[in-house]
């Protein structure tokens, strides 16, 4: 290995020393931290050089470098190697440098580095691609927002089990560093937007530049320069008059300061949780507020001050006012409407105009309302309701043919009146004896239509019949019916049965 040459400084210190203090070689190399050797070579190169002490002022450190390790280093000699084109030839699948530096030392072997430089060089070049440019935060533009790649388990308190991991979520704004910190329970769209208007409210204003990570819940679609937004947090973004830039795809460094708060997030206040227990999700969050108090107000190593007194001097008074109220999470989707006229969310239906069936609507979802719109004109509103496999139909969505067909328990009744008491005592029997009357529409429908086919007579006497057998179903009436037994009386079937005669019966005397 080639020794490394000394530093033009130390030897101009070296000539210094020499000739104008007059020391002698091991003095030299003491007072310079260098060999006896190298100082007597350095001294014998510059009397070689034709140089002479003291320099003159044009006299620059390459010309004093040339003139002292002249012939020193032959890879001045050397060939330098096309790096643009070895960078655009790397790219290519199975090429290596190998192979590059076999065909650059072929074309002339005697000025070709060896392979070991050849892949220094490139390198060297390589690094100097890269450059980094110092951001300025102006105060009240910029919250950096990303998640802690580390989780908090959530144990459940009976089995002592791990019920779900909490998701951390940092806000830091650029100015100031000043930094918001909440457990949730998901990255999901939901928990994301809100802890976004928690955020604004611990910060008392909003920034105008979010600059989120590229996760699902803000961004649908990445791209370099035009990434699509999700929509419902596009919505909560209007809703507070601030705009979305999400950072660019593997370029961490556009959220830099995100990085480095989820960084001091994870080492001074995760790190400091790793020994203690969280059975809920307010117990842990009660717990990084004590924490994050804390680091909002440690004086900061580089900084003058705590984040806390640099946001209250620079990013507070820049921040805009929050709304005058805050924003409520909306859950936005796309529905077809079926040939029923109902949308399903959340595994309940819900009714809208019967003109709509096939067409695609949007259902906006809050806490307490659902609303359907139709180009953007509200169709259907209906109070949420969290029933699964239920619906919720307003009449008037219905067609016309459909609200004639709507049964209720009050219209089999009148029905039933018409034909007999008989009638609307087995019909009361069927509506009372089902959960829901609902169903018992069907049953009721096929007892009160036999009256079409054996007569209001003779179904008022098969049910008076099927009630004195405690018996008023739908197949006892219909097999009275077909078989002509409705209006055999009940004295007919007591006569039939022969009297029962046992010692234990008490007779009419015991009660007298």
Request: proline share 5%.
């Amino acid at each position: 290995m080639a020794r490394k040459r000394t530093d033009m400084s130390k030897i101009k210190d070296i000539l210094r020393l020499r000739f104008n203090a007059g020391l002698s070689l091991r003095d030299i190399s003491k007072c310079c931290a260098v060999g006896p050797a190298t100082v007597s070579e350095i001294l014998s190169r510059f009397a070689a050089s034709g140089l002479s002490w003291p320099l003159s002022e044009e006299t620059s450190d390459t010309e004093l470098e040339k003139a002292v390790y002249k012939g020193k280093n032959t890879s001045r000699h050397k060939r330098q190697p096309d790096f643009v084109c070895m960078h655009q030839e790397l790219k290519r699948k199975g090429m290596t440098k190998l192979l590059l530096w076999q065909e650059y030392r072929d074309a002339d072997p005697a000025t070709a580095y060896g392979y070991t430089q050849y892949c220094e060089h490139y390198q060297t070049w390589l690094k100097s691609l890269k450059r980094s440019m110092r951001q300025l935060h102006i105060a009240g533009d910029k919250l950096f927002i990303d998640y802690c790649g580390p989780t908090v388990p959530i144990l459940n308190p009976d089995t002592g089990e791990i019920g779900f991991c909490a998701q951390i979520f940092v806000a830091t704004l650029g100015a100031s560093n000043y930094t918001y910190v909440e457990a949730g329970r998901s990255q999901q769209l939901e928990d994301w937007i809100m802890a976004h208007t928690r955020a604004f409210q611990f910060f008392g204003g909003i920034p105008r530049l979010l600059v989120p990570d590229n996760l699902r819940s803000a961004v649908t679609k990445t791209h370099r320069y035009m990434p699509v937004i999700n929509e419902n947090y596009a919505r909560m973004a209007r809703h507070y008059g601030t705009a979305v830039m999400p950072a660019r795809p593997y370029k961490p460094k556009d959220k830099s300061k995100a990085e480095n708060a989820v960084l001091i997030v994870e080492r001074w206040i995760l790190m400091r949780l790793r020994h203690e227990y969280f059975y809920t999700l307010s117990s842990l969050n009660q717990r990084i507020r004590e924490l994050l108090h804390d680091l909002n107000h440690r004086q900061q190593r580089v900084h003058p001050g705590s984040r806390y007194e640099l946001y209250t001097r620079f990013d507070k008074p820049a921040l805009m006012p929050l709304p005058a109220y805050p924003y409520e999470y909306i859950d936005s989707k796309q529905a077809r409407v079926g040939p029923d006229y109902h949308v399903l969310y959340a595994k309940h239906a819900y009714s809208v105009p019967h003109n709509l069936v096939s067409h695609t609507v949007t259902v906006e979802a809050t806490a307490q309302i659902i609303c359907v719109y139709y180009q953007g004109k509200v169709v259907a509103q209906h109070p949420r309701k969290h029933q699964d496999g239920g619906f919720t139909t307003v009449k008037e969505h219905m067609p016309d043919a459909h609200i004639k067909q709507r049964w209720s328990a009050e219209r089999l009744l009148s029905w039933a009146d018409s034909i007999g008491n008989g009638v609307r005592a087995v019909i009361s029997f069927q509506l009372e004896r089902r959960q829901h009357p609902e169903q018992a529409i069907k049953s009721c429908l096929a007892i009160l239509i036999l009256a079409k086919k054996y007569s209001n007579d003779r179904l008022e006497a098969a049910s008076q019949r099927a009630l004195l057998l405690e018996q008023p179903y739908l197949k006892v009436i219909t097999n009275l019916l077909v078989n002509n037994k409705e209006r055999i009386g009940i004295t007919t079937i007591a006569e039939a049965t022969p009297p029962l005669t046992h010692h234990n019966i008490r007779g009419p005397r015991y009660y007298q």
